[in-house]
């Protein structure tokens, strides 16, 4: 019998479930853990907002002196790369501030935009209606038309 060169050929299971182990522990112990106020500090919109708007623009030297001259001559190279991400970081910004006054409705054209969504809204939920009554009556009428098959249908007596 050659049960022994069967057993060299078998992977390790125990060993295969112990690494699995191992990697779980590790992986949950890397997750860091939410507190309230780094909650507090995502759920803040205004707080974000401004803050996005203030560093929305890349490679602008804010200090002075030598380190702002430095600075200066070390981001001159890439101005034209900078100006192109200050281009769209200017334009993501002036979007996401029309979205945030479309929200709080003071936006002129938000009332427009939420009137029109509201209809939109009711005359879905008007067509849905319409569609389950059209079905409502569709089964009843397929119910009577079985029923008038059925009272026409004679019975067969049983003996």
Do not use: W
Not at 76 to 85: Q, Y
Not at 125 to 135: I, Y
Not at 144 to 158: C, G, M, N, V, W
Request: net charge neutral; glycine share 6%.
């Amino acid at each position: 019998m050659t049960q022994p060169e069967e057993n060299v050929n078998r992977p390790d299971v125990e060993a295969i479930v112990g690494k699995i182990r191992q990697d779980l522990q590790r992986s949950t112990s890397s997750v860091p853990s939410i507190d309230d106020v780094s909650l507090r500090v995502e759920n803040d919109l205004h707080g974000n907002l401004d803050a996005a708007n203030r560093d929305c623009a890349v490679g602008q030297v804010k200090a002075g002196g030598l380190k702002g001259f430095l600075l200066r001559c070390l981001y001159k190279p890439f101005g034209a790369l900078f100006a192109e991400i200050n281009q769209f970081h200017s334009a993501v910004i002036r979007v996401l501030n029309r979205l945030v006054k479309i929200l709080e409705c003071k936006d002129p054209a938000s009332s427009e935009l939420i009137d029109k969504t509201q209809r939109r809204i009711d005359l879905l939920e008007k067509l849905g209606r319409r569609l389950d009554a059209v079905d409502d009556l569709r089964i009843e009428e397929r119910l009577s038309r079985i029923e008038r098959q059925l009272s026409k249908t004679p019975e067969k007596d049983e003996p």
